[in-house]
């Protein structure tokens, strides 16, 4: 049975931190790209961060980039995403996704949930 379960969320101020996991099980870790979306209220769902299945590849979303850091314990099958200098328009559902990169095969995560207000 697929799992990925996120953990992590909650209120902070304006400039603070929150480092968020994922910890997944039932399938093979390294053989999928990992990510972070989140999804405002009234909002489509976007994405944050990827990470290569070894780790190396990082990408970013413009509205987080130099203050998201997003990485993977293969070892632990596990992904996480620091995130620093939080501002209000972060808040949102953060989702945990693993990509196949092929034949469409993607998991989702049931989310956390993330308030950034003072």
């Given at each position: 049975q697929v799992q990925l379960v996120e953990s992590g969320g909650g209120l902070v101020e304006p400039g603070g931190s929150l480092r968020l996991s994922c910890t997944t099980s039932g399938f093979v870790f390294t053989?999928?790209?990992?990510?972070?979306?989140?999804?405002?209220?009234?909002?489509?769902?976007?994405?944050?961060?990827?990470?290569?299945r070894v780790g190396r590849d990082r990408r970013y979303?413009?509205?987080v980039q130099g203050r998201f850091t997003i990485s993977r314990d293969n070892a632990r099958d596990r992904v996480t995403l620091q995130m620093n200098?939080?501002?209000p328009e972060d808040t949102g559902v953060y989702y945990c996704h693993a990509d196949l990169g092929r034949?469409?095969?993607?998991?989702?995560?049931q989310g956390t949930e993330v308030t950034v207000s003072s």
């Open positions: 053989n999928y790209v990992m990510k972070w979306y989140r999804q405002a209220a009234g909002k489509e769902r976007e994405l944050v961060a990827s990470v290569g979303s413009n509205a200098s939080l501002k034949d469409g095969i993607v998991y989702w995560g």
